[in-house]
């Protein structure tokens, strides 16, 4: 049987793939510690769990508008206003299910064949494969290491032809952590003003952040920037509600009324009670996330400074997220290893422990892992990976 085109051109999620392999060797008995996947070890705080039960004893277990129910989009237009002072109706918000599928239903109602849209590299894993799945033309731009991953306005200038559709800016990123300062979106806005371009905003991670940097959304710099944004989020990463898949979308009314219209002929609407306690989580303090901030930001010290002292292993220290995106070109080098993913497969075929190798965000000198796992599990992963690197480096 023959399969469709555009599935064929799918490349399988290396962070899915690894996770799997991990949990694999798990089941069979081997004490592995994981740390591909992209999601808090915390449990979803018992208030939103409570606000989900009631839903469902009262009898709110039925189908809602595609949108999601007008309270939970007027509680993400509330949450707009009081974190970036942007202004939103309801009308302009589209609830999905999860921030992953606002992302593919974006691209669908904003792509035509052919149409280009500027990733900058290291990027998140879907990007490219949902921009492909909308018949549209991922375009990479490197994001250069020395300037901490993130993209230029010399850069985006030289990008741009007359297929560009829109840019993703995702900040603070996965893989790597790093944030875009008001300046540097300011000298990115002016561009995509310049040439109307539509900036695609991930910021998942916006309440994920250890420094004294504060998430900036580029669509509150100026009017004309939030007429081009779509901000996209969600519940998952900054409540630990990975797996109630809700997320959103933000922007003008013509986009989120087409999205809102493709969802109605896919999903249908959003599981009505997780619904409810994505309310619950948008009606409550941030004091649940503060206490996990406050977690990850003891991993992220340690392990960070940990990671520099591994032979042939560099890291820049994120601002958010749960990332660490070390560079191990020389490691893997010293190792007689050819390539991150031959080198990664050892170390968990040897040492039980599960990275993902960075090609699959385009970076193939790097890996990703997670810290958010309890700090004695990163502690004891280090200690086998320098222990493989040892091992391995030839003399």
Not at 41 to 51: K, L, Q
Not at 102 to 113: D, E, G, I, P, R
């Amino acid at each position: 049987m023959k399969l469709s085109n555009r599935v064929q051109t799918l490349t399988p999620s290396q962070t899915l793939a690894i996770t799997a392999k991990a949990k694999a060797l798990k089941d069979a008995g081997h004490d592995v510690i994981g740390l591909g996947a992209g999601e808090p070890d915390f449990n979803t705080p018992n208030f939103i769990i409570e606000a989900a039960k009631k839903a469902m004893d009262d009898g709110l277990t039925r189908y809602t508008p595609s949108g999601g129910v007008l309270e939970l989009r007027q509680a993400i237009a509330n949450k707009m206003f009081k974190d970036h002072q942007l202004n939103y109706e309801p009308d302009q918000v589209v609830v999905t299910t999860g921030a992953k599928h606002a992302l593919y239903t974006l691209f669908q109602v904003l792509l035509n064949k052919g149409d280009e849209v500027i990733v900058p590299t290291p990027y998140w894993v879907s990007y490219p494969e949902q921009i492909k799945l909308a018949e549209g033309k991922p375009v990479y731009v490197k994001g250069e290491e020395s300037n901490q991953f993130k993209l230029t306005k010399e850069q985006l200038e030289q990008a741009i032809t007359e297929k560009t559709r829109a840019v993703i800016i995702n900040s603070p990123s996965n893989p790597t952590g790093m944030m875009y300062t008001k300046e540097e979106l300011e000298a990115l806005g002016e561009i995509c003003v310049k040439h109307n371009i539509i900036i695609v905003s991930d910021e998942i991670y916006e309440k994920l952040i250890y420094t004294d940097q504060k998430h900036i959304s580029i669509a509150q710099l100026s009017e004309q920037l939030k007429k081009q944004t779509v901000i996209i989020n969600g519940v998952s990463k900054s409540h630990a509600m990975t797996g109630w898949r809700i997320g959103y979308a933000v922007g003008r009314k013509t986009i989120i009324k087409a999205m809102t219209n493709l969802a109605s002929h896919s999903t249908s609407n959003p599981t009505s009670m997780s619904q409810y306690g994505a309310l619950a989580a948008y009606s409550h303090d941030d004091q649940p996330i503060e206490e996990m901030k406050a977690a990850f930001k003891e991993r992220l010290d340690q392990t960070h400074e940990k990671l520099n002292q591994l032979p042939g292993v560099t890291c820049l220290k994120p601002s958010g997220a749960f990332y660490l995106f070390p560079n191990v070109k020389e490691a893997i080098e010293q190792t007689g290893f050819e390539t991150t993913e031959e080198w990664v497969k050892a170390i968990l075929e040897e040492e039980k422990v599960a990275l993902v190798p960075g090609a699959g965000f385009g970076a193939p000198d790097n890996v990703r892992l997670s810290y958010a796992i309890h700090l004695d599990q990163l502690d004891e992963a280090i200690t086998r990976i320098d222990r493989f690197i040892k091992r391995h480096i030839q003399v």
